[in-house]
């Protein structure tokens, strides 16, 4: 890149760059390949690792809460939602999450009940904070009832890992281990990727508390458009991206050409 810390005009005056036949106004930034010049246009994105809700006019669900996780440097790590039924049928509102690597809607008490939080009341306080609010009470009632056969954490760890993509046809062992390493390194990893139960527990219950206050119209959904949404991703992260994808390629093309030369 031009007058970047490796180009020889990055320490070079003005006077020094027109007696090199450069232009002493070029700010530099753009690179030249082949003798063209090329620029990298920064991108726009949604902001990572905040909790966004929006309401939902066609399909099931009314609402839906996600939230896309991504740990420093920038690498997008995972997605996850939560999502309110529309329909007020026999069985009530349900609300049901969805993990990375799960194929499944996951109830979101069992979610709870796999990070160690079993009792109802203890889910209740991570989700309501005033167990005298009646109506989001109400709006929870139908997601308790219907976790209500499970009631142990490696119940709950073994109902997750039959719905991973690697616990099909897994012992029921290495299906609690399986679901526990999703748990911990693929949902909500920016919150931490190891012995952080109790703080994805609070943030999983600060999401379907966002999502139940807009249901409850106590608050407005968020806006995708708005401005304080978005980020830019400039040089720097679209370089580390690229050379990431890169990278990912030359290793899965170099283990394919070691396999062939193995068997030989």
């Known amino acids: ?114 990070l160690g939080f079993v009792s109802d009341r203890d889910i209740l306080e991570h989700i309501c904070y005033d167990l005298n609010d009646a109506r989001m009470m109400d709006l929870v009632r139908p997601s308790l009832e219907e976790a209500l056969v499970i009631q142990s954490k490696d119940v709950a760890l073994d109902y997750i890992g039959k719905r991973g993509i690697a616990g099909i046809g897994a012992v029921r062992e290495r299906r609690i281990k399986y679901a526990k390493e999703l748990l911990q390194k693929e949902m909500l990893p920016h919150v931490g990727v190891s012995e952080c139960e109790t703080k994805k527990a609070y943030f999983f219950g600060y999401m379907i508390h966002h999502l139940l206050q807009v249901a409850l119209n106590r608050r407005q959904q968020d806006d995708r458009d708005h401005f304080g949404n978005k980020r830019m991703d400039l040089a720097g992260p679209l370089m580390a991206t690229l050379f990431r994808q890169l990278l990912a390629k030359l290793n899965k093309n170099l283990r394919i050409k070691l396999q062939r030369v193995s068997r030989y």
């Open 1 to 114: 890149m031009l007058r970047s810390n490796i180009c020889l005009l990055s320490k070079s005056s003005r006077a020094d760059a027109s007696a090199l036949g450069e232009c002493e106004f070029d700010e530099g930034g753009y690179f030249v390949i082949n003798g063209s010049e090329k620029v990298l246009i920064a991108q726009e994105k949604m902001s990572t690792n905040h909790v966004y809700v929006f309401k939902q006019q066609a399909g099931k669900y009314s609402h839906i809460c996600e939230i896309r996780s991504s740990i420093w440097g920038g690498r997008l790590i995972s997605t996850m939602y939560v999502r309110l039924l529309k329909s007020a049928s026999r069985t009530g509102r349900r609300l049901r999450a969805t993990i990375p690597y799960v194929r499944d809607e996951i109830p979101i008490v069992i979610i709870f009940r796999a």
